[in-house]
Protein backbone atom coordinates (compact mmCIF):
# COMPACT_ATOMS: atom_id res chain seq x y z
CA UNK A 1 0.00 0.00 0.00
CA UNK A 2 2.34 2.68 0.71
CA UNK A 3 4.70 1.72 -2.37
CA UNK A 4 1.45 2.23 -4.45
CA UNK A 5 0.84 5.44 -2.89
CA UNK A 6 4.63 6.85 -3.83
CA UNK A 7 3.99 6.07 -7.22
CA UNK A 8 1.14 7.71 -7.42
CA UNK A 9 2.61 11.10 -6.00
CA UNK A 10 5.59 10.71 -8.45
CA UNK A 11 3.50 9.99 -11.14
CA UNK A 12 0.62 12.93 -10.26
CA UNK A 13 3.79 15.28 -9.96
CA UNK A 14 5.81 14.05 -13.44
CA UNK A 15 2.46 14.51 -15.29
CA UNK A 16 1.84 18.26 -13.73
CA UNK A 17 5.03 19.12 -15.42
CA UNK A 18 4.40 18.07 -18.71
CA UNK A 19 2.66 20.55 -19.40
CA UNK A 20 4.73 23.25 -19.95
CA UNK A 21 6.88 20.45 -22.25
CA UNK A 22 4.01 20.08 -24.21
CA UNK A 23 3.36 23.76 -24.93
CA UNK A 24 7.27 24.25 -25.93
CA UNK A 25 6.63 20.83 -27.76
CA UNK A 26 3.28 22.53 -29.36
CA UNK A 27 5.27 26.18 -30.10
CA UNK A 28 8.26 24.17 -32.02
CA UNK A 29 5.95 22.10 -34.23
CA UNK A 30 4.22 25.53 -35.16
CA UNK A 31 7.95 26.86 -36.32
CA UNK A 32 8.41 23.28 -37.51
CA UNK A 33 5.07 23.24 -40.06
CA UNK A 34 5.82 27.62 -40.64
CA UNK A 35 9.35 26.42 -41.82
CA UNK A 36 8.35 23.67 -44.03
CA UNK A 37 5.70 25.81 -45.42
CA UNK A 38 8.26 28.36 -46.12
CA UNK A 39 10.73 25.63 -47.76
CA UNK A 40 8.01 24.01 -49.98
CA UNK A 41 7.44 27.84 -51.18
CA UNK A 42 11.04 28.02 -51.92
CA UNK A 43 11.54 24.82 -53.21
CA UNK A 44 8.38 25.36 -55.48
CA UNK A 45 10.01 28.75 -57.03
CA UNK A 46 13.85 27.09 -56.72
CA UNK A 47 11.82 24.31 -59.37
CA UNK A 48 10.02 26.77 -61.36
CA UNK A 49 13.46 28.44 -61.75
CA UNK A 50 15.36 25.56 -62.38
CA UNK A 51 12.75 24.60 -65.13
CA UNK A 52 12.80 28.18 -66.54
CA UNK A 53 16.76 27.92 -66.84
CA UNK A 54 16.85 24.43 -68.11
CA UNK A 55 14.13 25.59 -70.64
CA UNK A 56 16.48 28.73 -72.23
CA UNK A 57 19.54 26.49 -72.33
CA UNK A 58 17.75 24.32 -74.25
CA UNK A 59 16.77 26.77 -76.90
CA UNK A 60 20.25 28.02 -76.82
CA UNK A 61 22.01 25.05 -77.53
CA UNK A 62 19.47 25.00 -80.74
CA UNK A 63 20.38 28.78 -81.42
CA UNK A 64 23.70 28.39 -81.16
CA UNK A 65 24.33 27.31 -84.71
CA UNK A 66 22.56 29.98 -86.16
CA UNK A 67 23.60 32.52 -84.19
CA UNK A 68 27.01 33.06 -86.02
CA UNK A 69 24.51 33.67 -88.99
CA UNK A 70 22.61 36.24 -87.25
CA UNK A 71 25.17 37.81 -86.38
CA UNK A 72 25.90 38.83 -89.60
CA UNK A 73 22.86 39.83 -90.40
CA UNK A 74 22.36 41.76 -87.92
CA UNK A 75 25.70 43.54 -89.34
CA UNK A 76 24.46 43.73 -92.37
CA UNK A 77 21.32 45.61 -91.17
CA UNK A 78 23.41 47.55 -89.65
CA UNK A 79 25.19 48.73 -92.62
CA UNK A 80 21.91 49.34 -94.61
CA UNK A 81 20.34 51.51 -91.70
CA UNK A 82 23.72 53.73 -91.73
CA UNK A 83 23.16 53.76 -95.29
CA UNK A 84 20.09 54.67 -95.53
CA UNK A 85 20.32 57.03 -92.33
CA UNK A 86 23.05 59.37 -94.27
CA UNK A 87 20.52 59.36 -97.72
CA UNK A 88 17.81 60.50 -95.06
CA UNK A 89 19.76 62.92 -93.77
CA UNK A 90 20.58 64.54 -97.54
CA UNK A 91 16.86 64.30 -98.22
CA UNK A 92 16.06 66.02 -95.07
CA UNK A 93 18.49 68.73 -95.78
CA UNK A 94 17.18 69.13 -99.59
CA UNK A 95 14.07 69.13 -98.42
CA UNK A 96 15.04 71.71 -95.65
CA UNK A 97 16.73 74.24 -98.63
CA UNK A 98 13.72 73.52 -100.68
CA UNK A 99 11.66 75.16 -97.95
CA UNK A 100 13.87 77.89 -97.67
CA UNK A 101 13.89 78.22 -101.02
CA UNK A 102 9.79 78.57 -101.66
CA UNK A 103 9.68 80.72 -98.70
CA UNK A 104 12.53 83.61 -100.21
CA UNK A 105 10.91 83.10 -103.79
CA UNK A 106 7.56 84.11 -102.57
CA UNK A 107 9.25 87.27 -100.98
CA UNK A 108 11.49 87.75 -104.28
CA UNK A 109 8.93 87.69 -106.26
CA UNK A 110 6.88 90.67 -104.84
CA UNK A 111 9.98 92.18 -104.67
CA UNK A 112 10.30 91.51 -108.41
CA UNK A 113 7.30 93.54 -109.36
CA UNK A 114 8.95 96.46 -107.79
CA UNK A 115 12.18 96.40 -108.87
CA UNK A 116 10.43 95.93 -112.44
CA UNK A 117 8.48 98.69 -112.15
CA UNK A 118 11.33 100.87 -110.45
CA UNK A 119 13.70 99.59 -113.92
CA UNK A 120 11.27 100.74 -116.38
CA UNK A 121 10.67 104.39 -114.47
CA UNK A 122 14.57 104.96 -114.44
CA UNK A 123 14.44 103.50 -118.22
CA UNK A 124 12.06 106.38 -118.85
CA UNK A 125 13.86 108.50 -117.55
CA UNK A 126 17.50 108.18 -119.04
CA UNK A 127 15.36 107.86 -122.57
CA UNK A 128 13.78 111.13 -121.61
CA UNK A 129 17.54 112.76 -121.19
CA UNK A 130 18.86 111.03 -124.11
CA UNK A 131 16.65 112.44 -126.43
CA UNK A 132 16.88 115.71 -124.93
CA UNK A 133 20.65 115.57 -125.40
CA UNK A 134 19.97 113.66 -129.43
CA UNK A 135 17.94 117.26 -130.03
CA UNK A 136 20.59 119.23 -128.96
CA UNK A 137 23.01 117.60 -130.26
CA UNK A 138 21.65 117.56 -133.62
CA UNK A 139 20.80 121.26 -133.45
CA UNK A 140 24.32 122.03 -132.87
CA UNK A 141 25.23 119.82 -135.69
CA UNK A 142 22.81 121.60 -138.19
CA UNK A 143 24.24 125.27 -136.97
CA UNK A 144 28.03 123.80 -137.37
CA UNK A 145 26.58 122.99 -140.77
CA UNK A 146 25.26 125.88 -141.40
CA UNK A 147 28.09 128.11 -140.51
CA UNK A 148 31.00 126.04 -142.95
CA UNK A 149 28.15 126.28 -145.83
CA UNK A 150 28.53 130.05 -145.27
CA UNK A 151 31.87 129.89 -144.73
CA UNK A 152 32.58 127.88 -148.09
CA UNK A 153 29.90 130.04 -150.01
CA UNK A 154 32.11 133.15 -148.79
CA UNK A 155 35.37 132.18 -148.92
CA UNK A 156 36.23 128.30 -148.97
CA UNK A 157 35.34 128.46 -152.49
CA UNK A 158 38.48 130.58 -153.68
CA UNK A 159 40.85 128.64 -151.28
CA UNK A 160 42.56 125.64 -152.89
CA UNK A 161 42.13 122.21 -151.21
CA UNK A 162 45.54 121.26 -151.15
CA UNK A 163 46.31 124.37 -148.47
CA UNK A 164 43.84 122.47 -146.05
CA UNK A 165 41.87 119.91 -146.76
CA UNK A 166 40.20 119.27 -143.23
CA UNK A 167 38.74 122.57 -144.15
CA UNK A 168 36.41 121.40 -146.99
CA UNK A 169 34.85 118.43 -144.38
CA UNK A 170 31.63 118.14 -143.10
CA UNK A 171 31.04 118.23 -139.60
CA UNK A 172 31.24 115.37 -137.18
CA UNK A 173 27.61 114.03 -136.17
CA UNK A 174 27.16 112.60 -132.83
CA UNK A 175 24.41 110.33 -131.04
CA UNK A 176 24.14 109.25 -127.98
CA UNK A 177 23.57 105.31 -128.18
CA UNK A 178 23.26 102.04 -125.54
CA UNK A 179 26.44 99.65 -125.74
CA UNK A 180 23.75 97.10 -125.86
CA UNK A 181 20.33 96.74 -125.66
CA UNK A 182 18.51 94.82 -122.72
CA UNK A 183 15.19 93.23 -122.70
CA UNK A 184 12.22 94.24 -122.62
CA UNK A 185 10.72 94.25 -118.88
CA UNK A 186 7.47 92.49 -118.53
CA UNK A 187 4.41 94.78 -118.47
CA UNK A 188 3.04 94.01 -114.19
CA UNK A 189 0.33 96.64 -113.00
CA UNK A 190 1.35 97.45 -109.61
CA UNK A 191 -1.82 99.67 -108.76
CA UNK A 192 -4.08 95.81 -108.80
CA UNK A 193 -4.42 93.62 -105.72
CA UNK A 194 -1.58 91.63 -104.68
CA UNK A 195 -3.99 88.55 -105.75
CA UNK A 196 -4.58 90.04 -109.14
CA UNK A 197 -0.43 89.93 -109.51
CA UNK A 198 -0.39 86.55 -108.48
CA UNK A 199 -3.25 85.22 -110.83
CA UNK A 200 -1.79 87.29 -114.22
CA UNK A 201 1.60 85.41 -112.95
CA UNK A 202 0.30 82.44 -112.84
CA UNK A 203 -1.66 83.23 -115.85
CA UNK A 204 1.43 84.19 -118.05
CA UNK A 205 2.81 80.98 -116.69
CA UNK A 206 0.26 78.73 -117.90
CA UNK A 207 0.35 80.60 -121.37
CA UNK A 208 4.00 80.55 -121.85
CA UNK A 209 4.08 76.67 -120.75
CA UNK A 210 3.39 74.83 -124.57
CA UNK A 211 5.70 77.45 -125.60
CA UNK A 212 8.84 76.71 -123.48
CA UNK A 213 7.71 73.54 -122.10
CA UNK A 214 10.94 71.27 -123.87
CA UNK A 215 13.24 74.10 -122.58
CA UNK A 216 11.84 73.36 -119.10
CA UNK A 217 11.74 70.04 -118.79
CA UNK A 218 15.29 69.83 -119.83
CA UNK A 219 16.31 72.45 -117.24
CA UNK A 220 13.86 70.62 -114.85
CA UNK A 221 16.15 67.44 -115.59
CA UNK A 222 19.42 69.20 -115.17
CA UNK A 223 18.25 69.95 -111.92
CA UNK A 224 17.06 66.45 -110.68
CA UNK A 225 20.81 65.28 -112.39
CA UNK A 226 22.63 67.74 -110.58
CA UNK A 227 20.64 67.27 -107.46
CA UNK A 228 21.64 63.49 -107.56
CA UNK A 229 25.32 63.92 -108.33
CA UNK A 230 25.15 66.47 -105.17
CA UNK A 231 23.48 63.90 -103.00
CA UNK A 232 25.62 61.02 -104.11
CA UNK A 233 28.97 63.11 -103.48
CA UNK A 234 27.68 63.86 -100.23
CA UNK A 235 26.85 60.68 -99.00
CA UNK A 236 30.62 59.44 -100.53
CA UNK A 237 32.08 61.99 -98.21
CA UNK A 238 30.33 61.11 -95.19
CA UNK A 239 31.20 57.81 -95.89
CA UNK A 240 35.06 58.56 -95.99
Not at 66 to 75: C, L, S
Not at 159 to 173: D, F, G, H, W, Y
Not at 220 to 228: G, L, M
Request: glycine residues 2%.
Amino acid sequence: MFSSTIDTEELEERTSKLEPYLSQLDTLLNKINTNCTYMQTKYKRFSDFYRLATSCYNESEKMAPNIPNKVVQIDELQTVFHQRRINSDVIFEEIRDLTLWYTLFQTSYGKLLHEIDRRRKVHEIHQQKIDAFNSEIHKMYEEEELCRQQFFEESGKYLPVSLCPSIMERPTKYTISPEHYSTNLPVIPLDTEEDELQLTYSGSMREGENEHGNRRDAVTSSIIEDTEHHREATIQNQNK
